[in-house]
Each structure stands twice: as structure tokens, then as C-alpha cells.
């Protein structure tokens, strides 16, 4: 691997991290549904050609085949688009996948608004949501190089199915390379006692960062906490700093309903109820428009984030 | 295959019919037409061709069986029971609460069960991805797998279809039950599957229609498919729903069907139970 912050694009350290992992496993395939180009996987292609299948354009098929590799004992690390993983395989995962036990890697990119010109076909705002409700699955969402490559190690290590949102153009990295990630965990990338921002993947962590300085400068002293597992929720967490700040607003990319701030929120209103904002998607669907302009259109930025932070600790 | 072997298996497809419809008797109630459909084909790959091991389910190189069409479940329990992968006694719990024997198939819950199914459509994908890894694994076990002809309308069928032939997957060898009747009517009234082998063969499959009742016709055409080492094959079987049982027999209905007490003896009575 290349040194972590040297990455341009998410979708090679992914690509990269698979290498990495074959290497030493002969049971890693990786499978892709003619996305192997966008999704970065054509690397591993090349590296190990006889364990990347390609499914075409057949999205069931192909989590339904990898299923079968895995009954096998094979690992199988799946990816498209995350609107098709979540939306067009989710029988076929929901059932051949986690009910049947089988140790499937599902992968999707594109997250939420970066799906940018594909427009709302595309733009998978629902996956979270939708794959939140399957049992025991893991969920997660990385923000950054250090994060993704991590995790990845992390979901390989793991028995049992996992949904992984991969954002796949470009790259940050936020994290020191021997900062450490554990499935379930989420990290406090500052600290804070007034209000905490709980966020996760690529988009919203780099926006709450952002907000949290904005914060600072008005004197309002926030946590921010990056929640890459949407499940296992890291409750433990969520208690500890919903005590320690009183008040708490989640940012994601994608629905509100359903998603991180549902999660935090179904915990803290049945334990501990505290006061909440969800940064999120309102219940519309997704269009085209650059990134920027996508963020606006759906409040998925730091000044939202701010307003929401401030108007809780007013009260 | 010599009339001893044929007359063999008659007679274990007899005990197969007779443990199945005790097992769905019991309970009252399940899907008997699509299990009395595939008893032929059942009983010919577990007696006469499949090496598998009751003592170790999860045998490495065994062959492996996806039964796609998941509901007819409890015609492959009676055989699974019959060979020793678990006890007979387990028959008899079918559908109960807390059994090892569910109306679908589950591969976490039976010895012998390779894949888990019932959301039609996807057993065969699973199939693909298990010829795959016995490729990867260079193991020279074989795959089968039975779908169902209302099945067969599920598209994902058609996906696996063009994947297994890219992959040329000449290990994998599917059966189709053609009984021409689905839950609400006539296939051919539902939605049509018209000559299906056509379809399989256009798809790049290796494609046979036999009598699937046929002991002689199934173990002429699995010799045949087993010759093709680049593309997987497909045996059409010509069958009839309910097949063998008196209250089920060429009926429409048979799919999920209450089963009666005196359904029951009259079923085992022409079926000869008790009878060598």
C-alpha cells in the first residue's frame, strides 16, 4: 500500500486493502457488477485475475453467487453503486446472505449526495435505512483513507455479512496511520462539553468538523464523534457524551428516517432522552447537481449543523 | 441401468412418497404437489448418484444439491432422514415450532441441506457461486440443482442463467420440475414457459427434456450432462404435481394443501404402506 494521505481517490485504498488482505488468504474473491472500473476493484483484477468475478449487470445475481462462495468458506467482498447493492439485491442479501449466515461482503458506493451527476436514480439515500433492519448485520460508513483501510481489514476479520458504504472519488484523510478502528466503536475526534455531533462517512465527518470550529468560535464548546458503525450502534458512547454534553445532533448523509441520527435517536428516547437534532435528508428524493450544490439542496452542511447545535444549546 | 437397480429404486421413491406425506400428514397441512414432483429425481441423486456422506454432512468433497424451489423441502427431509443424516423421528416435527425442519430449506438448521432457500429465484445464483467455488478449490465434486417451473418466471433465474454459462461451468447440472402448474393455474395460463429447454439452450446451457418419473431417462441424461466440461447443463423434467399421491395427483390446488386424516390413510393405503 501506499502511504495512506497520498491517496487521491477512496476507491484504490479500497482496492489496495483487498490486495493487501489476498495475499495472505486465497479465500478472498472479490465480485463487481460491470462497475470494476468506478468502483476501483479493476485493480484487484489485475493483481489476482482468476478471484475477481464480474456479474455483469445482474446486481441479484450476483450477491446470490456470492452467497454461494461463501457457503463454500470463501469471502466474498461484493460492490456496485450503493443505490443498486441496497435497493436491487436487498432480497437476495436480506435472504441468501444473512439469513442463510453466510459471510458476504456487500459494498456501496457513491453515497448519498456524491453520486452527483447520476442524479436521484442513483443516489442512495435509503441504504442505511434499509439495511439497519436486517439482524445482526453490520453497517458501517468510513470517512477517510486511514478509516476505510482499517475497516476493511476490520469486515475481513469479521464473521458474518456486512453492508460497507464506499466513497469512491476522491479522499481525506483525518486520522493519524496508528489510530486504531474496532467494529462497534466509534471514535471522538474532539472533545467538547456543550453539545456533540455525531457523524459518520466522508461528507458529513469533514461537515462537522467544520462546524465544530465554527462553534468554537462562538464560544460553544462541541464533541465531534465519528460513528462509522451504524450497527452495532456504539451506545455506550452515545450515553457517555449525551450525559456529558446534554444535547446532540447527528449528521449523515442520507435519510433521516431510519439512519445514524434513528439509531441515536431509538436509543436515547427509550434510556436516557436528551435533546436532539438530526442533520439528515427530510423524507425527499435524491436529484442531480454538483456535490456543493447538493449539499445545499439537502442541508447536508456545517452551517445546518451549526444552526442545529445552536438551537439546542440555547435551551 | 439393469431392472434391479430401477426396481431399487422405485421402491425408495415409494418410501420416499410415504415418509413425506407422514410428515406433511402429521402437521395437516403443506406443499405437497411440488415434493411429490421431484421424488424421481431425489431419489436418483441421493441413491444412485451423489456422493455424500450422512456421518459427515459438510464432507469436503461431496457433491452439493441447491433445492431452489425451497418449499418442497419436506420431499428431501425424507430422504436426508432415510440415509442417516439425522433421525426419522425428526419427520414427524415438521413446521412445528422450535424444529430442525422448517417448510424451506435451512442449511443452519438440516444435516445435508447446502443452501438455505425459498424466496424463489435465487437458488441457483447460490448454485453459480458454489460451481464457482469447487473451480477455485479445484475439487472435482459436481453441483446440482432443482428449480421449479413457476420459478423459472423469476428473472434472477435468467441472470444466473447467462453467469453460469459465461463462467462455463460445466460442473453444474440444474433439473427444471416442468409440472406446468403454479399456485394460481396452469404455467401456460399464468405466464407461459413454452418450450423451456430452447431457452436454457439459447442461454448457452447444454439443455435435455426427459419424463422426470423416468429412472432409465434420469440416469441417461445426467450421464450425458456429466460429459459437458464447458457449460453446465440443464434436464427439463417432465413431471406431474402431486405425482403418486391420491388426493394431489394432476391437481391444481396441490401446492399448499390441507391434508386430512383420512386424505392421509387413503394416500398411504394406495401407496402400499406397510406392503414390501
Known sequence: MKKLDTYADMRAVYADTLIEIAKDDDKVVVMDADLMAANGTKGFKDAYPDRMINAGVAEANMV????????????????????????????????????????????GSDPGVTAQFNGGTHMPFCDITLMRVIPNLVVLDPCDTVSL????????EYKGPVYMRLHRKGATTIYKDDQEFEIGKGVVIKDGTDVTLIANGLVMVTEAIKAEKALAAEGISAAVIDMHTIKPLDEALVAEYAKKTGAIVTCENGQKIGGLGGAVSEYLSENMPTLMKRVAVDDVFGEVGTQDYLQERFGLTSEKIVEAAKSLVKK | MNQEKKQDLQEKAREVRIETLKSIGHLGVGHVGGAMSIVEVLTYLYYAEMNVNPQEPRMNDRDRLVLSKGHAGPALYSILAMKGFFPKEWLLTLNQGGTNLPSHCDRNRTPGIDMTTGSLGQGLSAAVGIALATRLNKTDNRVFAIIGDGESQEGQNWEAAMSAAQFKLGRLIAFTDYNKMQIDGMTEDIMDLAALENKWESFGWHAQRIDGHDFEALAEAVKRAKEETDRPSMIVLDTIKGKGCSFAENKLGSHNMPVSADDLKEALAALGEGEN
Not at chain 1, 469471502?75 to 436491487?88: E, K, L, M, V
Not at chain 1, 437476495?92 to 439469513?99: I, K, R
Request: positive net charge; charged residues 15%; aromatic residues 18%.
Open chain 1, 64 to 107: 446470490g453467487v456470492a452467497a454461494g462462495l461463501a457457503s463454500q468458506g470463501f469471502i466474498p467482498f461484493a460492490s456496485t453503486f450503493g443505490c443498486f447493492a441496497a435497493r436491487r439485491a436487498y432480497d437476495q442479501f436480506f435472504l441468501s446472505a444473512n439469513y442463510a449466515k453466510q459471510n458476504v461482503k456487500l459494498v
Open chain 1, 149 to 156: 483501510h482499517k475497516l476493511t481489514k476490520a469486515i475481513y
